[in-house]
T-cell receptor, first 114, second 115 residues
C-alpha cells in the first residue's frame, strides 16, 4: 500500500532564507503528487500539484516542487521565506491502486524566525 | 460562492452522546469526503462519496455514518461519541469523476472534544 513520509515534523528557518520540505512516497507506480498548506486555524488549500510532464512544478506564493521518480520524492522549496509562510505543509499522493484516494503525509510545520 | 462550509466550528460532547457534523458545498462537486486530523498523523479519510446516493468507507470509518441525499450536503454522524473521536474534522469536495488529479477544496474544520 502507498505511504507518504514527511521526514521533518518541524522546520525552523530565518526570514528571507531558503527552505526545503521533504516528501517521499513508497510506490513507484503512476502517481499524482500534491502539496497542500494549512495556515493556523484554517482548512487546507492546494499549493501545487504534479500530474505529468515537467518534473519542476511551480505553485502559489513562490513555492515550487521537483518530482524525482527514481528517488520517489517530491520535495517542496522556496528560495526566500516570509513570515506569512508560517503554516503546516502536507504532502499527498494519489495512485491508481487506491482508487485515487489521497494518502497524506503527517505534515511539516514551517516556523519562520525573525 | 461560499465554497465548502462546515458547522459547528467547535463542539464538546460527553461520552455516549450522538451528533451530526454538517458539510455543504455550492460548487456542484460530485466528490465529497470527511477527514479527521490528529497531531502527527496527517489527515485520515473517514468516508467519501462520489455522487448523490453513493457513499463508501475510507481508512477509519468505525463509529461514523454518512449519507448523501443531495449533491450539496454530506453530513457526518457520530453514533455514540468516544474520547478517541476527539479530533479536528475536515470536509472536502472535488469536481466530477473523483479522479486523483483533481484539487480538493476544504472547509474550515470542526474541532470536536469528547469528554
Amino acid at each position: 500500500a502507498q505511504s507518504v513520509t514527511q521526514l521533518d515534523s518541524q522546520v525552523p528557518v530565518f526570514e528571507e532564507a531558503p527552505v526545503e520540505l521533504r516528501c517521499n512516497y513508497s510506490s513507484s507506480v503512476s502517481v499524482y503528487l500534491f502539496w497542500y498548506v494549512q495556515y493556523p486555524n484554517q482548512g487546507l488549500q492546494l499549493l501545487l500539484k504534479y500530474l505529468s510532464g515537467s518534473t519542476l512544478v511551480k505553485g502559489i506564493n513562490g513555492f515550487e516542487a521537483e518530482f524525482n521518480k527514481s528517488q520517489t520524492s517530491f520535495h517542496l522549496r522556496k528560495p526566500s521565506v516570509h513570515i506569512s509562510d508560517t503554516a503546516e505543509y502536507f504532502c499527498a499522493v494519489s495512485d491508481l491502486g487506491s482508487n485515487y484516494q489521497l494518502i497524506w503525509g503527517a505534515g511539516t510545520k514551517l516556523i519562520i524566525k525573525p | 460562492n461560499a465554497g465548502v462550509t462546515q458547522t459547528p466550528k467547535f463542539q464538546v460532547l460527553k461520552t455516549g452522546q450522538s451528533m451530526t457534523l454538517q458539510c455543504a458545498q455550492d460548487m456542484n462537486h460530485e466528490y465529497m469526503s470527511w477527514y479527521r486530523q490528529d497531531p502527527g498523523m496527517g489527515l485520515r479519510l473517514i468516508h467519501y462519496s462520489v455522487g448523490a446516493g453513493i457513499t463508501d468507507q475510507g481508512e477509519v470509518p468505525n463509529g461514523y455514518n454518512v449519507s448523501r441525499s443531495t449533491t450539496e450536503d454530506f453530513p457526518l454522524r457520530l453514533l455514540s461519541a468516544a474520547p478517541s473521536q476527539t479530533s479536528v474534522y475536515f470536509c472536502a469536495s472535488a469536481p466530477s469523476g473523483a479522479r486523483g488529479y483533481n484539487e480538493q477544496f476544504f472547509g474550515p474544520g470542526t474541532r470536536l472534544t469528547v469528554l
